[in-house]
C-alpha cells in the first residue's frame, strides 16, 4: 500500500539533496538567516524534527495568525459562486461506510522575513494525513508555496513558502494536515514531471487501483528557487464521479537562467472505495478578473465532509500565485470545502480566473 522502499529511498535521496550543499545560494542564505531566527532548530535535521521543535513556539502565536488571515481575505471580498454540480459516486450500500475522526491539524511558522522556510504539521497519535494544504500569512503578495507536502509514511504535511521577490515583510508559512484514523488501503501516489528549464510544467498522480478512490491531493516545487509557482492542483474524476488522480501544474513567475532545472511533484492520497462512501469533486469559479486577488469558496454538499482541496488559475500566465488553500475545519472538526486565494506578482492585463475544487465523501 505504500509505494517500495526503492521508491522511498530515492524520494529522501531526493529531499535530502534539497537541504544540503547543492541548493542555490539564495536557499542556504534562507536557511542560514532561519537558524539565526530559531536558535533551538540548529542540530536538528529531519522534518519530522524540526516540526516538534517548532511545537511549543507556533502554538502561542496561533490564533492572532488566523485572526489576522481571516481578516486580510475579508477585506478584499471573497466570492463564492457555485459553479459546479455535484457528481455523487456509484456506490450506495444500506451501511455506508465513513471516515472517522476527521480533523484539520494546523502549524504556523516563526515570522519572519527569511528568504525561504518550512512548516510540518504532524496527525494525532494514531491517525493518518489525507489531504495536505497550507498558507501564507503577510507575505505582501511575494511569497510563494513551494510544496504542499504529505510525507510518505502519511503522518505528517510539510508547507514550505518562498519569496518570488525579495522582501522585507515578515510573513509566516503555515501547513494544514486533514487527519483521519487510517482508512483501509490508504496510499501515498507520487507523480513527477521531467527536470528541465521548461518554464510550464505539469506531474499527474493516481490511484493504483480503479477499486481506490483519491482523498487528497499535494504538489512539490524542486529547484524553482521562488520564481516558479503552482497555478493548479486539479483533482480529476473517473466515468462515475469519483475523484481517482490529479494533475499539479507550475511555471516562472520571473524567467529562470535557461540553465536551471526544475521539476513538479504532485501527490495523489487514496483508499479503498469499500472505505468511504458518495466520493466526488464540487467546484466553484470566480468572476473572471483582472484584479490583483482573488479568493474563492466551494463547500461540500450537505452531509459531507471534504477529505482533500484543489484549485486552478486559468489564463494567469504564469503571474498569478496562490497564497493560500483553506480546507475549513479545525482540529475539532472536519474540513467542509476548499478555499484558495490567489495574486498577480508582478501584475498582468490578462483576465483571469480562480476555482476552487474540495474532495468530499459522505460524513
Ligand atoms: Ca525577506
Ligand atoms: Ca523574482
Ligand atoms: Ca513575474
Redesign the pocket.
Known amino acids: 500500500m505504500y509505494p517500495a522502499v526503492g521508491e522511498r529511498e530515492a524520494l529522501a535521496s531526493r529531499r535530502g539533496k534539497s537541504s544540503t550543499g547543492t541548493v542555490p545560494d539564495n536557499n542556504k542564505e534562507a536557511t542560514h538567516g532561519q537558524r539565526q531566527a530559531i536558535p533551538e532548530m540548529h542540530s536538528v535535521t529531519t522534518r519530522e524534527h524540526r516540526g516538534e521543535a517548532m511545537n511549543s513556539r507556533a502554538r502561542r502565536t496561533h490564533k492572532p495568525l488566523v485572526a489576522s488571515f481571516v481578516a486580510a481575505v475579508t477585506v478584499v471580498s471573497l466570492t463564492t459562486l457555485p459553479g459546479a454540480t455535484p457528481r455523487i459516486g456509484a456506490a450506495s450500500a444500506a451501511t455506508l461506510p465513513t471516515l472517522s475522526t476527521v480533523s484539520r491539524q494546523f502549524q504556523p511558522s516563526a515570522s519572519n522575513s527569511a528568504t525561504a522556510k518550512s512548516v510540518t504539521v504532524s496527525c494525532p497519535s494514531g491517525q493518518q494525513v489525507i489531504g495536505a494544504s497550507g498558507f501564507i500569512g503577510s507575505g505582501a503578495g511575494k511569497v510563494v508555496i513551494d510544496e504542499l507536502y504529505p510525507n510518505p509514511s502519511l503522518d505528517s504535511v510539510t508547507v514550505s513558502g518562498k519569496e ?2 525579495p522582501t522585507t515583510a515578515s510573513w509566516t508559512v503555515n501547513a494544514y494536515a486533514t487527519c483521519a484514523d487510517p482508512p483501509s488501503g490508504l496510499e501515498w501516489n507520487e507523480g513527477v514531471s521531467g527536470s528541465s528549464a521548461a518554464n510550464d510544467k505539469s506531474a499527474t498522480a493516481g490511484c493504483t487501483s480503479t477499486t481506490k478512490v483519491m482523498l487528497g491531493t499535494g504538489m512539490d516545487i524542486v529547484g524553482g528557487q521562488g520564481e516558479v509557482s503552482t497555478y493548479s492542483i486539479k483533482p480529476l474524476v473517473d466515468g462515475a464521479g469519483r475523484p481517482d488522480s490529479v494533475t499539479a501544474s507550475a511555471a516562472e ?2 524567467p529562470l537562467p535557461s540553465t536551471t532545472n526544475w521539476e513538479l511533484h504532485s501527490f495523489a492520497i487514496c483508499a479503498d472505495e469499500t472505505a468511504v462512501d458518495g466520493a466526488l469533486v464540487v467546484t466553484a469559479d470566480a468572476t473572471p478578473s483582472t484584479l490583483g486577488t482573488a479568493g474563492v469558496t466551494v463547500h461540500c454538499p450537505a452531509g459531507h465532509i471534504a477529505t482533500g482541496t484543489g484549485f486552478d488559475i486559468a489564463n494567469g500566465a ?2 498569478v500565485n496562490l497564497s493560500a488553500l483553506d480546507p475549513g475545519g479545525s482540529t475539532s472538526s472536519a474540513p467542509d470545502r476548499s478555499s484558495p486565494y490567489a495574486y498577480e ?2 501584475g498582468t492585463a490578462n483576465v483571469w480566473t480562480l476555482s476552487a475544487d474540495a474532495i468530499c465523501v459522505q460524513s
Open positions: 518570488a521577490d513567475n520571473d504564469g503571474e506578482e508582478d
